[in-house]
């Protein structure tokens, strides 16, 4: 099984909201990524977490804050989101942060900001 | 200039051609060549990786690397209407983050 999950498929949120995106995998991956893509661009590194610890934030701002409250699960909660943060996000993961090679996505969450 | 420089096409083929995609690099410590599937507004799908150069062969799909020339290739035979879709190329160092292409938009029509 090489699923990743993604809840919800679709956002729609104000400016002045607070809401989470979910993510999680059974394949025992100890590396969890997430992305953001916007239309036809490809997929933008945001955070990386290693063994549910962040590893890698790639300068986001902080109305992006990521959460890896297990193995399997990660979150990103939002809030104050800017319209220019709409977007296509995307969680994967891989055996290790070391074997990005082997890295699955998740089907992604479109948001939209209102 | 970019790391990873990639047509992003659209390009078109008739049912049952060969689809030819490619990709440039220029960082010389890529040790790992990914190509990625991406059909409109899904997540992507890894469909192969090589490790440094050489040939892979998975079905239909043909992956090539040539370090010496820093190219990338992804071949498809017979294809098919539902090989429709953004075709990624990815590479990354033996310690380092994925780094994409911009995506190759690929249109097999019946």
């Known amino acids: 099984d090489t699923e990743v999950t993604q809840t919800p498929k679709h956002l729609v949120m104000g400016m002045t909201n607070k809401k989470s995106l979910k993510c999680e995998q059974h394949m025992g991956h100890r590396a969890m990524y997430w992305y953001k893509q916007k239309a036809k661009k490809p997929p933008e590194l945001m955070f990386v977490y290693s063994y549910e610890k962040l590893s890698i934030n790639e300068s986001v701002p902080s109305r992006f804050s990521p959460e890896c409250p297990n193995s399997s699960l990660l979150n990103l909660h939002l809030h104050a989101l800017q319209p220019e943060d709409s977007a296509l996000y995307l969680c994967?993961?891989?055996?290790?942060?070391?074997?990005?090679?082997?890295?699955?996505f998740g089907p992604g969450t479109r948001l939209l900001v209102l | 200039q970019k790391e990873v420089e990639q047509d992003p096409g659209p390009l078109s083929v008739p049912e049952g051609a060969i689809v030819s995609l490619n990709c440039t690099y220029s960082?010389?410590?890529?040790?790992?060549f990914m190509w990625y599937r991406q059909y409109s507004r899904k997540g992507p799908e890894l469909l192969m990786y090589t490790y440094s150069s050489g040939n892979k062969e998975d079905g239909r799909f043909t992956a090539q690397v040539d370090k010496s020339s820093k190219y990338i290739s992804l071949f498809i035979r017979d294809s098919q209407p539902s090989d429709s879709a953004t075709y990624l190329c990815?590479?990354?160092?033996?310690?380092?983050?994925?780094?994409f292409g911009a995506g190759t938009q690929v249109v097999v029509t019946p």
């Open positions: 990815a590479m990354k160092p033996s310690w380092g983050k994925l780094q």
């Open positions: 960082n010389s410590a890529f040790q790992y």
């Open positions: 994967a993961s891989s055996p290790r942060q070391e074997t990005q090679e082997t890295q699955y």
